[in-house]
């Protein structure tokens, strides 16, 4: 066992417990701020596995971006000030059975593949420079297409969320 | 022992089951969302697992960026869709919702 193989237990057991309480919890409010150590978990499996830069974008986008949306949409859609913020489960035993042996025949899967592995990986350092080097020429395309599609999203998200309300007034003049 | 692939691979199969399970069972709209994260996530690991050790290098990474930018537009859209849905219904359970048009 040395530092890389702890820090490995330390970083895996911190994300499957805390995916197991954002799963299994009886409040939202625990499951969302649960999801919290998931994902600085993953980010910090991504520092081990050499991908600083994922792991900084991990940490900006998940943890500063989409958790903070879905505690918004907890907070929007539960009543906060009543004991609401409790949510039921249903199918529990045909789930479980489910997702066990989907677990299962994962794990089994991957440990007796025989994978052809790369052993001795160089030492590339920071890759934000390959990174960016990548997405300016082999995934240009990609990139460009994915911000038309992540301005999209959002200016669609915007008028979905929108109240109906002042449509409403505009069509119908009183 | 030592660490290498499998175990990294190992743990993206549990946060995929832990996802799964999670979309399959709670009836909160917003916890399914979350389940769709853990799985996404998962994803990811095995995505950079693979450029790390299976000679993938940048390109493994450069795909999961991608990963994380439509889960970013993902998140957007779909809790847009669950605050329609709320004002409309009054709840974000999943199985009330089976109307599209009242």
Redesign the interface.
Known sequence: MNYFDIIFCFFAVVTVVSAGIVVFSRNIIYSAFSLLFTFFGVAGLYVLLNADFIAVAQILIYVGGILVLLLFGVMLTNKVVSVDLKTGTMQTFPASVLTALLAGALCGIFYITDWRTVEQVRDIGTTTNSLGELFMTTYVLPFEVASVVLLVALVGAAVVARKEKSHHLSSTPR | ???????????S??????????V????????V???I??IL?SA??NF??F?????LQ??G??I???V??????????A??????I??RFHT??V?DISKLKE
């Open positions: 022992m030592h660490i290498g692939l499998v175990h990294f691979l190992i743990v199969a549990l946060l995929f089951s832990l996802g799964l399970y999670g399959i069972t709670r009836r909160n709209a917003v916890l969302l979350m389940g994260e853990l996530n990811n690991i950079i697992a450029a790390r050790y299976g000679g940048m390109d990474q450069a999961a960026v991608f994380i930018v439509l889960a970013a537009a993902e998140a957007a859209i809790l847009a869709i669950v605050l329609n709320y004002h974000v359970n199985d």
